[in-house]
């Protein structure tokens, strides 16, 4: 089952792919949608953290 989350549930979604790449993405870019293709939200992506 999937669930849409609200504003007033979160804040920002932090999400790391199997590939180690992370994204920062606020949860206002993303309001309503069950589901998103990453690609498209490349502005999102942050650098890894320090080894």
Known sequence: MRKVCGADEVDDFFIVTSDFQCY???VAAVCGL?????KGYSHYRVSRWAD
Do not use: E, F, R
């Open 34 to 38: 069950q589901a998103i293709h990453l």
């Open 24 to 26: 920062l993405i606020a």
